[in-house]
């Protein structure tokens, strides 16, 4: 039983994540956020902070990943591919295809990335440009859990701290 450590960047302590709680066209659907690269969490928790005039805090959890994998309906996407872009795109139109698991794991549509994401979903740039350019970044990561007993059973709060 393995556990790494995640992090979540925001304004607010949270001790029991809500998977309901997010919005639903996020890059995996509506779920409960979180990292293992701490410098991306504070990064997120920093911008937010800013947008609202609040303090960032970050909140770390200890998360079992090895027991969600074996025991969850999982989708780890590892590069930003044709299967990762039409996710995203799916997720980002509404079309819940986070649905269908309990935990998505992948790169981020972030800053870097999402100028050719919109471009593609706009009909601007076809997939195999879009492919080209996305093949250029390195994927951040993210993991997004969906199911709430997942959540609860394998997502142990281990503090917080203000960035």
Known sequence: ?????????????VERPDCKRGRK???FGQGFYVTDIRQQAEDW???TADRRRMT??????RLNRDAIISEARCKIFKAYDEEWLEFIVSSRQGQS????????????AN?????????YMAGLMDRGTALRR?????PNNQICLLNQG??????????????
């Open 1 to 13: 039983m393995e556990e790494v450590v995640v992090y979540h960047g925001g304004t607010e302590i």
């Open 25 to 27: 066209n996020l890059d």
């Open 45 to 47: 928790a920093k911008l």
């Open 56 to 61: 960032p805090i970050l909140n770390r959890y």
């Open 97 to 108: 295809a986070g649905d269908a698991y309990d935990y998505v794991e992948g790169g981020v």
């Open 111 to 119: 800053d870097r990335v999402v100028d050719t994401i919109n471009l």
């Open 134 to 138: 996305l093949s250029e970044h390195q």
């Open 150 to 163: 997942i959540t609860d059973k394998y997502l142990i709060f281990d503090g917080t701290e203000e960035i």
